[in-house]
């Protein structure tokens, strides 16, 4: 790590410690056992990726195969309640799809895009803002001013704007091959910002400490200093921001789904899933809504709860 | 002060104009506006006549000009599906989102502003921690989950309000359209507004039990009680009082969001509004009322803004001496 090639006289001038730094001490460690709360949306969180990782090995049906699901079956209520198959845990939708199935590959959908997006969103933030931060000048300007006027925008409103531009790009051919992709990009684009100004406000503030100017000293390129140096230091806000932003990007692809103009109802999301339980709701098939509805609430809530950990974990002020 | 204001001003149409700029770019070359305009067996002369009279060969700073320009009188073309034209389809449900949009504010208003001073006070209370675990769940239920369910309660098993629609709408004047002096209006009202107050609602809450406990930690609270005023005085006339100006940044800026929010509220109740509208043209490619749309949204944002940054300077007295931009 760059701060220890420069050692300064009083313990007061040290940069903060990296995000590693702070793992290896173990005051993250500490402080995530210290809350039931925290712990146990850890737990959910953790078993919800597992089910995804594995959901081809978990799920009883491919909800996809079109020649494993049966129109005989469409509609079959839930194993636990009158009239239920047990061949159906949680129920068949209209199509004859297991629930349970469907969820479990849903969740895969939805955790992905969300990472991705967040992935995406954070890299090209992350990235503009350290160029910003370290360069300064018209290019912090000119970056800054159109992070102000994104911010002004609700980033639904942007995903959906972007959405809808790119289907015009691609003709609307293959909307559903391209669905993926376009969702990740319209989501991505939309939640830079906030990355960008955080990245940059660290940046400012780092780019004057000692060891940058010592890494400049030995005429290091900037990009190297970049990279190496300072990158290192400004990711634990970074973190944060990835992870509350991870339920905010889950929720915004529900929601596009749950729009129509996310994923189809051939590859869903739990968004798409909710999308088409609702057309059973007042037939009295409730099964199709409400548990995908459930999964994606669980989800978003435990990864609101670690969100919420890590940020007053890593903030020393509020401690 | 009016240096102040008059720099907000120029901030707020250069901004105007960035807005308006991305959405020529969009109506211009996403999608070709003749295409869209004529059918399959149009020849390639009729064409390229309506290309000429529609302007589409003039350089392009003359295009974006005309755009702006016509913007600016309301004129936004035509709508590719509908073939009417775009001022005169959002102007007919414009009404219909207003009214939901100010109904919900109002709500989240009331409810959260009360709930985030209870939870200050009282934040040992059960109540208070009630409150705060409520506001998590608001959070994280998505808008369009918190619209179901109120649909599964209150339509399909008490089957006490509407699921869709407006209800029965008077005119008031010559376009407004309004459904708050009817009966089926004002029930078909209740379950969108709380749908799209509830998410305002805990933001606001959070927002003012933080503000709150901040400025009961101040000097001037701790000061006021040494000087035996009344509890009662101390929390609202001092403490409240102070935490309104981050308040009302935020309630500004929801203003906003709560009209670009509606659009899934109006999609879950089938509420006529303009939400529904833009959200059609996104699926259908319709490029006129998706730029339209933007430039309206842009409007109404930095219509707020200045208003928010106004309403600074008459609440807060610090900054009418010094006329700089202390609200960033």
């Known amino acids: ?319 | 002060m009016i240096a102040f204001i008059f720099r907000r001003l120029l901030a707020s149409i250069g901004v105007l104009i960035a807005v308006g700029l991305i959405a020529f770019v969009m109506f211009r070359y996403v999608g070709d506006p003749v295409n869209q305009m004529v059918g399959i067996e149009t020849s390639a002369a009729e064409r390229e006549q309506l290309r000429q009279q529609l302007g589409l060969d003039d350089p392009t700073i003359v295009q974006a000009l005309r755009f702006l320009a016509n913007a600016a009188r309301l004129d936004f073309g035509v709508s590719y599906q509908f073939r009417q034209p775009v001022a005169d389809l959002i102007g007919a449900r414009m009404p219909a989102t207003l009214e939901l949009a100010a109904v919900a504010s109002i709500l989240s208003l009331l409810a959260g502003v009360p709930m985030g001073v209870y939870a200050a006070l009282r934040r040992d209370s059960a109540l208070a921690k009630l409150f705060l675990a409520l506001s998590l769940v608001g959070i994280s239920l998505p808008t369009f989950l918190t619209g179901i369910l109120l649909i599964y309660v209150f339509s399909v098993a008490l089957g006490w309000l509407p699921s869709f629609g407006r209800g029965e709408v008077v005119h008031v004047g010559s376009w407004w359209t309004t459904g708050l002096l009817t009966v089926s209006g004002l029930k078909s009202l209740i379950m969108p507004a709380i749908t799209l107050a509830l998410f305002q609602m805990t933001l606001i809450m959070r927002l003012v039990r933080a503000e709150m406990l901040e400025v009961l930690r101040a000097d001037y609270i701790r000061f006021a009680r040494a000087r035996g005023l009344s509890e009662r005085a101390v929390h609202f006339h001092h403490a409240l009082k102070n935490t309104l100006v981050p308040v009302m940044t935020v309630v500004g800026l929801q203003l906003g969001s709560i009209v670009a929010f509606s659009i899934i509220t109006e999609t879950v109740f089938a509420w006529p509004g303009m939400g529904q509208l833009f959200l059609q043209s996104v699926q259908n490619v319709d490029i006129p009322i998706m730029a339209a749309y933007l430039l309206f949204i842009g409007l109404l944002f930095v219509i707020i803004n200045l208003v928010v940054d106004l309403l600074y300077v008459a609440v807060d007295p610090r900054l009418r001496g010094a006329a700089h931009g202390a609200s960033d």
């Not at chain 1, 020649?67 to 079959?76: M, Q, R, V």
């Not at chain 1, 849903?106 to 503009?128: C, D, M, N």
Request: cysteine-free.
């Open chain 1, 1 to 319: 790590m760059g701060e220890a090639e420069v050692e300064p006289a009083n313990a007061e001038a040290l940069p903060p410690r990296s995000f590693l730094g702070r793992f290896a001490d173990g005051d993250l460690v500490a402080s995530f056992l210290s809350s039931k709360v925290t712990v146990a949306a850890g737990l959910v969180t953790a078993i919800l990726l597992l089910a995804a990782a594995f959901a081809p090995l978990i799920a009883p049906t491919n909800p996809f195969d079109p020649a494993a699901n049966f129109l005989i079956d469409s509609l079959t209520p839930p194993r636990f309640v009158a009239g239920g198959d047990p061949r159906f845990l949680l129920g068949a939708d209209d199509q004859g799809r297991d629930m349970w199935s469907a969820i479990l590959y849903g969740l895969r959908v939805s955790l992905l895009i969300g990472v991705f997006s967040v992935a995406l969103g954070g890299a090209i933030g992350v990235t503009v803002g350290l160029i910003a931060g370290y360069a300064g000048g018209w290019v912090d300007a000119v970056v800054m001013r159109i992070a102000d006027v994104q911010l002004t925008f609700p980033a639904i409103l942007i995903a959906l704007l972007l959405d809808g531009v790119a289907h015009a790009l691609l003709k609307n051919s293959g909307r559903d091959e391209t669905a993926f992709g376009v969702l990740v990009v319209a989501i991505g684009l939309s939640f830079w910002v906030q990355f960008a100004r955080t990245v940059r406000g660290s940046t400012l503030v780092e780019k004057n400490r000692e060891y940058v100017q010592a890494a400049r000293l030995i005429a290091l390129s900037p990009t190297r200093i970049l990279v190496r140096h300072i990158l290192p230091n400004v990711m634990g806000p970074v973190l944060v921001i990835a992870t509350i932003n991870l339920a905010l990007a889950i929720i915004t692809e529900a929601t596009l789904s749950f729009l129509g103009v996310g994923l189809p109802p051939t590859q869903p999301s739990l968004g798409t899933l909710i999308r088409i339980g609702q057309n059973f709701l007042f037939s009295g098939e409730w099964w199709i809504v409400a548990f995908p509805s459930l999964t994606l609430a669980t989800l978003v809530l435990a990864v609101n709860l670690l969100g919420d950990w890590l940020r007053d974990a890593l903030n020393p002020r509020l401690k």
